[in-house]
């Protein structure tokens, strides 16, 4: 499903050039669950956001479903992300004018899914993620569990086949960090593809594989057959 | 899409409320003076507009020059009307009118003095679009003694009485029959008619004849305004191209001799408000101040939208991560713009709404400032309120399209990481924006203290003649006029009054000019002359110095037959210098063929009165010379010079002596140096105007400074507080957080100064008698904008400095 070759991203700034990944090479099949772990600072994020298409690489190719996307317009990457990929951050990032129920309907907007359609799939969604009675809270109103699972909605609403996360439970306590752990298991298991940055051994003890990054290189790729 | 864009749109303002009270407030307040200034712009655009016909009408006025003086009068001569007719095919009809000042109306026990009602012809309903509500517009105005009035006048004599048939006395004794009721002329007129006499009342008078005459003579006497109406699809240049046939047949011959060059000046009747700047005619608009004005709206809208932008642009810390969402989850930039630009066009349409609101309340008082009588409503003024949505409309979008453009730059991975941006991309643009800002209110302010300072010179200045404490009073009664002198002695047994003159002319306003003849270097030579006629008392009385010679002596018999006395201007235009005394002066030229020399005076200067203004303060003092006389005819203008003391007893006794005097003829007055204010009444408005505008483009630049003072505290707190921590005053705190704006409102003064110098000097060109700018008067401003924004800035920074500083490093 995706595929990178040689992957160079190169931050410059006034003073300073930052090689945040140097080639990266890496192959993700669809239906897997990677989880990316490395120090603080060690290109994560930078890798997710390019795979994301959120950013694009300096250098090197990035191939999703079959498509060779990195020199794609960022018309064409918002339309490729927005019917494919998902996203949940560490810091929820919730529109704060928006209710619980806006917020995971945003998506749907930007595809022109009908209302009453809309109407559904948000509320299918916020069932789901146990979060329903909340619907017509803002999301200052809620505990940062509770927020995380409405981005976690929103992440799903539109059925992407891949879903990014972004060190999820970075912000949970360990119990609601368990409850979001186990919501990207199951949507694992139903088929989506998942790549997750976090810190936590346990966290990625849930994935089928595990990749260290280190100051911008792959340094090992653990494949683990889960029973 | 759309509900959920207005959704965030509405929940924003919602939660900001500080600032969007702000930015409403600022963007209504930027176009209530906007809409304030397209109703003023359009009434003075809309001049004589009314008249369905007023393509094809044109006045015609006179540029002439004689002794190379150069006079441009509204006015022309009688015989034009009928003669143009005749010649000229264009012409379809003609309205002379001629002017008939103050007159006193009497209607049984009603007696009012009236003015703006002058003779016309009969035409003047054919060619003009006033509405007759009563009588025959064919024949109301074609017998002699007929008088149409307005529906203002008539209610005032008649009340509920049917007015038709009516008899008024006009004057002393002359019976005008009411024939006709129109409505009253609009205010957009540039002349406001009040009543029409007939022209055939003034044939009546003068004899068909003498009325009729196209004698040589009646060319050269510019007496009347005239109308034409010319016929369809007819050219109006096609007037003055056949002139030069038409002056060959009626005009050369005594024009070559009286050495006159004339030029026929045709002007569009639309044109007459804005355009024309020719003597006696009525009072007229300025394209100037049109510009002026145009300026000024423009300038107080940019302020306001850039208060938009700035406070805008400046949050955006807070907008970044709401378009890091949206973009993720697949918004693209073009959506995100349109949002942005919903979101500014929302507010400034909700600012419209509260304006018009606002402008309907205060048209009264405005009204009052500008002395018209606007109104804003949809049937009345439908395009000024589509004019406003369009305003609205480029204004949301302008503003609107920075801030939309900028914050839907942004790149959701930077944003999303949690880290913030900074605001610094917008920094260096904010701070022009508040230096433009602060450029337009410098100007506007200074504008205001120089058009202020001039209105004040000029209505302090020496004039060169005692305008205080005097009482006019115009003498309309015949029989008064011969027993003027045992008036004045009536008069001065009151001991509060000290003298009383009298003139043919009102000093500061009316002259009369005619050809005189000067003792030059080789013989007598022309030159047109300014005169006034005057008593013995006069010069006393306003209080005029000698340079040379002496005054009128009643005791000198020829005095009233051969002496004049001339202003400085007059003794060095003739050379004369400092010896005038002696030299020979000749009112009035004798022409070829004219038997009696009615209306000459021949003599010699006898003394030379030092320079005075006798037109308004715009004017150079030209050349005038006086003569003396005690004859009925130059006994119009009654002076009185009054104590201070007991004013209102001492104007109950001229009244009393007044009505033995003309038991027919109601006491009128009023004090020469009120109505000497009123030369410069469109100063005095223009004064408003700028006052009021200026102060509101401060206002609005404040709210901008206010708005974005607050945001920049609050965006420095937790810098504040490690500082406070450190060991930071208050003081030291205000200071570093006011410095910056201190510095910006300077820059602007400094911007402004080279630029409000120039305006204000081309407008300050325009007064012969002026006050330099000095610089003073942008220190000054400098002073007022520096306090105003320091005042605003300050406020903020003081909350924010001295708050508690745990808080503020808690803060995050
Ligand atoms: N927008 C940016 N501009 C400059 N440098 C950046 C930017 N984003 C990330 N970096 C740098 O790239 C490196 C990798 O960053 P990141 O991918 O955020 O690390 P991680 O998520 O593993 O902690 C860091 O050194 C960071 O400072
Ligand atoms: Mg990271």
Redesign the pocket.
Known sequence: MIKTKNLIKIFRTDEVETTALNNVNLEINEGEFVAIMGP??CG???L?NIIGLLDNPSEGELHFNGYQVENYSERQRTNLRKENIGFVF?SFNLIDELTVFENVELPLLYMKVSGSERKRRVNEALERMNIAHRAKHFPQQLSGGQQQRVAIARAVISNPKLILA??PTGNLDSANGEEVMNLLTQLNEEGTTIIM?THSPSDADRSHRIIQLFDGHVVTENMRQKL | MLKNFLITIIRNFNRNKFYTVLNVTGLSVGLICAILIVLFIQEELSYDKYNVKHKRIVRLASDFTLNGKRDRVATSPMPFGPTFKQEFPEVEEFVRVQGSGRQQFRYGEKEFYEERISYVDSSVFRVFSYKLLQGDPDKALSEPYSIVLNQTLAKKYFGDEDPLGKVLIVGEDRSFTVTGVMEDIPGNSHFRFRGFYSMKTLEALRGSEEFNSTEPITFWSFSNYTFLLLKENSRVEAIKEKFPLYYEKYMKALGDQLGIDYTLVVQKLADIHLKSDLQWDAPTGNIKYIFILSAIAFFILSIAGINYMNMATARSTKRAREVGVRKVVGAHRDTLIRQFLMESLSLTFLALAIAIIVVELILPFFNSLVDKDLALSISETPEILVFSVLLALILGIVSGSYPAFYLSSFHPAVIL?GSTIKGKAGGMLRKLLVISQFTVSAIMISGTIIVGIQLNYMNNKDMGFSKEDVLVSIVRDSLMRTRIEPLKDELRKNPNINTVATSNTLIGFDGSKTVHLYEGEEGMEQYALNFSVIDFDYLDMMQMKMMQGRKFDRNIASDTSSAFIVNQAAARKFNWNENAVGKKLQLGVELEGEEDDDGIMKGEVVGVVADFHYRPLRENIEPINFLVSEHERFRRVMYVKLNQDNREETIKYIEKVWNEFSPKMAFNYFFLDERLRENYDSEVRLTWIFSIFSLLSILIASLGLFGLSSFIAEQRTKELGVRKVLGASVSQLVYLLTKEFVKLIIIANIIAIPIAYWAMNVWLNDFSYRIQISWWIFLLTIIVSLAIGICTVAWQSFRAASADPVNAIKYE
């Open positions: 603080s600072g994560k994020s930078t997710l560490q972004d060190e940055v | 990481k």
